[in-house]
C-alpha cells in the first residue's frame, strides 16, 4: 500500500496553479527522511506569470490607504491565530521541529509582528513641510518601491515570510515570494490564508530552486530582490540585481561571538548560552555558536557547558522533552558533519559529534574545545548544533577574538561590570549586542548585520522603511 503524496502548487494572482511546464521536486520530511510531498519546480513562465500579477496589482494597492493596509494585516494575522493548527503542523513536517516549541517560539511572534507592521503601516510619512529656499515648499514623501521580489530560508521558513511580506505588504507594494524548496509547505498555506483576504496579484508564492529564485531577481519587473540566505546565495543576488540596479535586501549569515568574562554567573550563562546554541538545531544566523571565556574560569565552563550538552535531547517533533529536531536536509547534515571530520588535531570534542539514529537528520548537541582563531569551524559558519569555545586573557583580545571573522550579525556579552559591558558593546562590529542573554528579539528593534552578514534590517521601524522609497517634492508660491 502505498500513501499518495500531498500536492503542493504555486499560488498566482489569486489561483493555485501547477508550474507551467510540469516539473516537480520531492519535498522530504527532514525528522524521517522520507517524501511527503511533490512541490513545482517552476521556470521562467510561471515567473513571468507571477511578476505580472502582481505588477498588475501594485497600482491599486498602492493608492489603498495606510489604515485600509492596517486592517489587512490585521486580518491576516488574525486569520493565522485562527489557523495556527494547520501552520503548526505544515512547518513541523517541513522542518521536524518539535511542535509544543514551534507553537510556543513560533507562532506567537510571528502575529506579534504582523500587527507591529500593520501598526507601522500608519505611521508612514515624510518630514515637515518647508521652505528652504525662498519662495519654494519642499515636502518628502515615502512611497513604496513596486513589486518586491522575496526569497525566504529553510530555517524558519513561516517566520521569514512573515519578515518578508509583512513590511512589503504594510508601505504599499507587491509581493512574489519564493519558499526554500526544502520547505515550501507551510508558505503555501499562508498563500491560501492569505489570499482569502488580500486583493488578487498582491500576494504570490511560486515554489522551486536555486534557479528559481535566480530569474526572480534577474526579472525586470521587481523593483528590490530580498533574500534571507547563505552569504554565497546573498552574493549571487547582489551580482544578478546588479546588472538592472535594483534594490537589494540581504540577511545572510552569522557566527556570533558570546563574550564571558571571569565575573559572570558560570551556572546562569551556561543553561542560557547552551539553549542559545542548541535552539532550531543551531540552525540560526545568531545562534550563540563561538564562546569566548576568559582564561581563569575557561575550563569550569567548559566542564559546565558540556554538562549542559549532555543533558540536551534532540529527538522527534511529538516528543516534548526536546529542545530541537534534526537538521534540515541531507546536505545540511553532510555539512556539519564535516566540520567536525575535518577537526585539527589541537581540538577536543568535549561532547557529541555524531549523528543521532539513522532516520531522519538528527545530531547530538556539540561542545568543542581548544580552537584557534583560524581554525576553519571558528572562522565559517557551521549552521548545526556545535558550539566552539575559545579562551581569551584580557578585554583586548576578546574584541580580537569576538571581531576576527568575516561575519557581524549577532554578539553578546556577560559581564557584571556594566562599563564593560558599555565598552564592549560599543566595540563589537556586530548588528546586535545582548548583555547578559542571548537570541530574543522583539517587532520593535531592528535585525541585521555589516560586513558579509549583509546589508538591510528586518523588523522594527528601520525594516519597513527598507520597504520605501524617497521623494522630493518641491512647489513655487509665487
Known sequence: MTTELRRLRNYINGEFRDAADGRTIDVINPATGEVYATSPLSGQADVDAAMEAAAAAFPAWRDTTPAERQKVLLKIADAFEERAEDLIAAEVENTGKPVALTASEEIPPMVDQIRFFAGAARMLEGKSAGEYMEGMTSIVRREPVGVCAQVAPWNYPMMMAV????????????????????????????????GQIVPKGVFNVICGDRETGRAMVEHPTPAMASITGSVRAGMQVAESAAKDVKRVHLELGGKAPVVVFEDTDIEKAVEDISVAGFFNAGQDCTAATRVLVHESIHDEFVSALAKAAAGTKTGQPDDEDVLYGPLNNENQLKQVSGFIDRLPAHAKVEAGGHRVGDKGYFYAPTVVSGLKQDDEIVQNEVFGPVITVQSFTDEAQALEFANGVEYALASSVWTKDHQRAMRMSKALDFGCVWINTHIPLVAEMPHGGYKKSGYGKDLSAYGFEDYTRIKHVMTSLG
Open 163 to 194: 519578515w518578508k511580506f509583512a513590511p512589503a505588504l504594510a508601505a504599499g507594494n507587491t509581493v512574489v515570494l519564493k519558499p526554500s524548496d526544502t520547505t515550501p509547505a507551510s508558505t503555501v498555506l499562508m498563500a491560501e490564508i492569505i
